[in-house]
């Protein structure tokens, strides 16, 4: 009884030793839950008294999510948990770094091991007693707003073991920073140092690899540190579940609870280090930067490394991509790092060169990350796999068709093609791979990105990028291997899925690029499936001979939107918009234009620098016939262009615009809310006669007399 009557003695009077910390923490947490959650209720409840809610449910659903942010998930909470971690932490063992409080703490009869049971459990208490006492003065005035449900606080006791398992490994990393030191401000920076170095490093490695390796790509998996808890709290488990109260269960077996697993253990081994440390600390340590002398040639290397390798890494980005730039920044801030370690060991400035043989280690290392990353010795854009050591693989060409779920929620690309595209020929996409290693980017005619993702047979995935020519005929072959297969355009194409829902069309349209028209949707089945027999045998010969004759518009019922291009080979759809009497050709007729104007943007460049000289552009109108049947058959529609891949703008000319106006009594069924249509000249299919025109206009922009009235094709000209 006497010893347990002592211990609790001593958690008291420390208790009252740290009643600043603990008034830092009630007045924090109390504004973090209660008045963070006021604020955010009156949002909503002002929102729906203006009237922006259609039903009460939907009123009371966001307040539910409000109370659900404001008490367990908010972002805010990061900072203050954090704060009072290190306050905590370094407010109470504190004394280990005055020698003087040494003295004193280690002249009372208190056992080594008491002390920091007391001091540990009260840096516990600090926290969580005010936090639960903001839950629940939160959750009080979260009822009679009606915030509050059965899920609500399932989430919000999620919310609170969270942010506890994220205190706690702040505090003993903040714990075994002191233990580490003799000098606060020092402590304070290793457990910044500690708190975000393996998110630092990663980020620093993908920079590295971005700067050297070409065939680098976080396309189809972003990746990240596997240790750091800040890095999971923000970025790998952004847990939202306010966005679907429906599935409190599951989101907390499968989005937190096997972070939850992960923190626990990283908060035992921190607290076990720091144990271990406390006990080997000297007595002697109080005052010094670091507690333990081996620790400082070690500190300082992996200080120096990678900050080093960072300063390189902006030189390299501010020089324009220096390799021998980043170099030189990279060792030079290695020596001013080693340096300023030094002067911080000692506090001693005469100390700047001290321990040259730590400082020599650094540069090594610096220099041979370094080289590693500059000639590729790992092989990384060397890296190939052998077709038979591939199980499938996903890849994007470039296309990105925008894509839906059923409630009308955009979907990533990436990560719809990494969960669903499994290709098993894989000597296709090897054989282009190994190609781009051969062939020259600048010697490429039109080149085309394509990010690959290898699952190999071991059960490793691999991601690379490289680039294909896409006009060279070599490449045909074998990117109809890849297009024109079934698991491809299934994924690519949301139409050849099984998500498409006819009975969920709300509207749809038919347009050639001038033409608009209404289909019914009705006939949504129909034309969905004509469209998927035409796509059996589409594949990339069909985009690299044809263009698009028309597009198919789908909006569907929960707003979001399908643009389908129907290719003249495309038999099934184009005869089925025939019968539904919605289809118009692609060549619009001549009698229904009242006059076509053109405009060519004009750069004047010196022929030595390079240097823009002037900028004109120049405008000829032309209302007669003949002129107009023959500009007609050298343009395009721009809005099949645009949507034409991978062809886009690849084969217009990019320095004219054409726009088509049609007669005011024309019963060609043009959108009637525009004036006119956009179109392009194919390229090097501008006639002679439109750029005479264009010339004489261009003169007389720049006063030039060249015009006549006598020019056989009618032309005005526009001011610059």
């Given amino acids: 009884m006497t010893s347990k009557s002592s211990f609790w003695g001593n958690c008291i009077e ?15 947490q109390l504004a973090a839950y209660a008045g963070v959650l006021t604020v955010y209720l009156s949002r909503v409840s002002g929102a729906y008294a203006e009237g922006r809610y259609k039903t009460y449910e939907l009123y009371r659903f966001d307040l539910c999510s409000a109370a659900v942010k404001a008490l367990g998930f908010g972002r805010h909470f990061i900072m203050v948990v954090l704060f009072l971690a290190v306050a905590a932490g370094a407010q109470g063992f504190g004394y280990l770094n005055d020698r003087r409080k040494v003295d004193l703490y280690y002249s009372v009869p208190v056992d080594k091991k008491r002390r920091f049971l007391v001091i540990y459990g009260n840096g516990i208490a600090i ?3 005010p936090a639960v006492l903001g839950i629940l003065i939160g959750s009080a005035i979260a009822l009679p707003w009606d915030a509050m449900t059965r899920q609500s606080l399932v989430y919000i006791a999620a919310g609170f073991v969270r942010n506890l398992l994220l205190y706690l490994t702040a505090y003993h990393t903040t714990v075994l920073a002191v233990m580490l030191t003799g000098n606060r401000f020092v402590a ?14 990663y980020g620093l490695l993908q920079a590295l690899r971005t700067a050297f390796y070409h065939t680098a790509t976080d396309y189809w998996q972003h990746g990240g540190p596997k240790l750091s808890v800040l890095y999971d709290y923000l970025s790998a488990a952004p847990v939202r579940p306010y966005s679907g109260f429906r599935s409190a269960s599951r989101a907390m077996l499968i989005g937190i609870l096997p972070y939850y697993g992960k923190w626990i253990i990283l908060a035992i081994v921190l607290l076990a280090l720091s144990w271990l440390a406390y006990c080997k600390r000297p007595p002697e340590a109080a005052q010094k930067a670091l507690a333990f002398g081996w620790m400082k040639p070690a500190v300082k290397i992996f200080t120096a490394v990678p900050g080093a390798l960072q300063i390189g890494v902006f030189v390299y980005g501010a020089s324009g991509g220096s390799a021998l730039l980043m170099l030189a920044g990279a060792l030079a801030g290695g020596v001013l790092i080693c340096g300023a370690m030094e002067v911080l060991y000692e506090f001693d400035i005469r100390r700047l060169a001290g321990h040259l043989w730590s400082d020599g280690a650094a540069l090594a290392l610096i220099l041979a990350v370094y080289v590693v990353f500059r000639y590729d010795l790992t092989g990384y854009d060397k890296y190939v796999p052998e077709p038979d050591r591939v199980e499938s693989y996903a890849v994007n060409l470039g296309y990105s068709e925008l894509l839906w779920d059923e409630e009308g929620h955009p979907l990533s690309t990436a990560e719809n093609g990494r969960d669903h595209m499994f290709l098993t020929d894989a000597e296709a996409v090897v054989k282009l791979a190994q190609k781009a290693q051969k062939d020259r980017y600048e010697d490429m005619a039109f080149p085309q990105e394509a990010r690959v993702l290898y699952r190999l047979k071991s059960g490793r995935q691999v991601q690379r990028r490289f680039w294909v020519d896409l006009e060279n005929p070599a490449n045909e072959e074998l990117l109809n291997r890849i297009v024109g297969t079934p698991a491809y355009k299934t994924c690519v194409y949301q139409i050849m899925a099984d998500s498409f829902h006819a009975d969920s069309v709300k509207t749809m349209t038919y347009r050639n690029g001038a033409a608009v028209m209404a289909l019914q949707p009705e006939d949504a089945a129909a034309v969905a499936e004509a469209y998927r027999q035409d796509m059996e045998a589409f594949d990339f010969s069909t985009m690299l001979r044809e263009k698009p004759c028309g597009l198919v518009e789908i909006r569907h019922l929960s707003q979001y939107c399908q643009t389908l291009p129907v290719y003249e080979s495309f038999r099934h759809t184009t005869e089925l918009l025939q019968s539904l009497g919605v289809y118009y050709p692609l060549q619009l007729p001549a009698e229904e234009i009242e006059n076509i104007s053109v405009t060519r943007y004009d750069t004047w460049t010196d ?3 390079g240097e823009v000289l002037q900028k004109t552009n120049a405008r000829a ?3 007669e016939e003949g002129q107009i049947r023959e500009i007609l058959a050298a343009v395009y529609p721009a809005e099949l262009e645009m949507a034409r891949w991978p062809f886009a703008y690849a084969r217009t000319e990019e320095d004219y615009s054409v726009y088509i106006t049609f007669k005011r009594d024309s019963a060609y069924p043009y959108a009637r809310d525009c004036n006119s249509v956009y179109y392009l000249f194919g390229q090097g299919q501008v006639p002679e006669a439109v750029d ?19 020019e056989e094709w009618v032309w005005n000209m526009t001011t610059p």
Avoid at 188 to 201: K, P, R
Avoid at 692 to 710: E, F, I, V, Y
């Fill in 621 to 623: 109108d032309f209302d």
């Fill in 692 to 710: 005479r025109a264009l010339d004489r206009a261009a003169l007389q922009t720049a006063g030039g007399a060249g015009a006549s009235g006598t």
């Fill in 188 to 201: 304070l920076g290793l457990t910044a140092y500690l708190l975000g170095c393996e998110w630092w490093l």
């Fill in 127 to 129: 926290y969580v007693l």
């Fill in 14 to 28: 420390n208790h009252k030793r740290r009643i600043w910390v603990w008034v830092v923490s009630l007045v924090v």
């Fill in 607 to 609: 022929d030595e620098s």
